[in-house]
């Protein structure tokens, strides 16, 4: 299986990356003095951001349109674009 080797080597390296931006993160928390506390607040204002264009479907109340254009922008699966899109629903 040809592909999947490729898969599992694109994934392993998101997987380095990832490790990799989180210690970073970590490390310019701890040089600008932010706490765990502060820095949980900071993660969860922020979060994934919902492109402008899903907004608008979503303000236009065509949310299935919206996780479609979601899935579109970000590569996301099925789940995490309705979970995504969700939790801006909630937001609002």
């Not at 900071?42 to 303000?59: D, K, T, Y």
């Not at 236009?60 to 969700?86: F, H, N, P, S, W």
């Amino acid at each position: 299986m040809f592909g999947n080797s490729q898969l599992w080597t694109r994934i392993a390296t998101l997987e380095e990356r990832n490790r990799a931006l989180e210690s970073l993160v970590q490390e310019l928390a701890h040089r600008s003095w932010i706490g765990e506390a502060e820095l949980l607040q900071l993660r969860s204002e922020i979060g994934p951001q919902v492109p402008e264009e899903c907004r608008r479907l979503v303000a236009e109340d065509k949310v299935i349109q919206a996780i479609k254009v979601y899935r579109e922008r970000t590569g996301a699966g099925l789940r995490e674009a309705k979970e995504a899109i969700d939790r801006y629903r909630a937001s609002l």
